[in-house]
């Protein structure tokens, strides 16, 4: 299973933009790349997703290498709301459904 | 507001006892799941379900049972809890086509602790 690699913690000023990386080295071409969010005793929350083009969403923007094996997630001017642990997951098929496969995530700390 | 509704909330069981945890979801997703989240990690999916009358084994399923008995509903059922069963619950749902261009939709959980 392709794995994603994540800085643990990431710590931003308020009102700053905040870029929190995500590391696919293994990714296979059908790989979704999926970034959610989970709040504090919160279920997570879904941010932004793409597959090769950057994309751009109301509430972030997503940044992808050309070769795929990296992403990079993109927070445009952070708030203390946006503190979070922030996934990035690669969709996968297991034939019969596609599956979110979870790492540990990055905490995002943000600074007021 | 449509989403997803896990029940209950919180519960405490005793080691042995049984119990039931109820997802309901409004959006006419086909696809629906279950995690479990113990403290300092990711989710990890229990079960899954591609749709009514049909479940399927995730990456962590022993001393767990499902059922997906109407399209809406996603039942999680413990038959004798065990300690190591202390976790917080989450249930998911999505669409069956393109499922990447909707994402997947979380309940808020429910905080089991058996004793």
């Known amino acids: 299973d392709a794995k994603t690699t994540q800085p643990n913690s990431m710590e931003s000023n308020e009102e700053e933009p905040v870029h929190l990386p995500c590391n696919h080295s293994t990714i296979s071409g059908t790989d979704y790349i999926h970034w959610y969010r989970q709040l504090p005793s919160q279920g997570p929350e879904y941010v932004i997703h793409g597959l090769t083009s950057n994309v751009n969403n109301r509430m972030a923007s997503l940044a992808i290498a050309e070769d795929r094996k990296s992403s990079t997630l993109i927070l445009h001017r952070a708030t203390l709301r946006d503190a979070a642990v922030y996934y990035c997951?690669?969709?996968?098929?297991?034939?019969?459904?596609?599956?979110?496969?979870f790492g540990s995530g990055t905490q995002l700390t943000v600074l007021p | 507001n449509a989403g997803v509704t896990q029940t209950p909330k919180f519960r405490v069981l005793k080691t042995g006892q049984s119990m039931t945890l109820l997802c309901a979801q409004d959006?006419?997703?086909?696809?629906m799941y279950w995690y479990r989240q113990d403290p300092g990690m990711g989710l990890r999916l229990i079960h899954y379900s591609v749709g009514e009358g049909t479940t399927a084994k995730g990456e962590v399923p022993d001393g767990y049972n499902v059922s997906r008995l109407k399209k809406q509903n996603f039942l999680l059922g413990l038959e004798s809890a065990a300690p190591s069963q202390t976790s917080v619950y989450f249930c998911?749902?999505?669409?069956?086509?393109?499922?990447?261009?909707?994402?997947?939709?979380f309940g808020s959980g429910t905080r089991l602790t058996v004793v």
């Open positions: 998911a749902s999505s669409y069956h086509r393109d499922t990447a261009n909707y994402g997947y939709t």
């Open positions: 997951i690669l969709l996968w098929d297991s034939g019969s459904a596609r599956q979110l496969t």
């Open positions: 959006m006419n997703h086909e696809y």
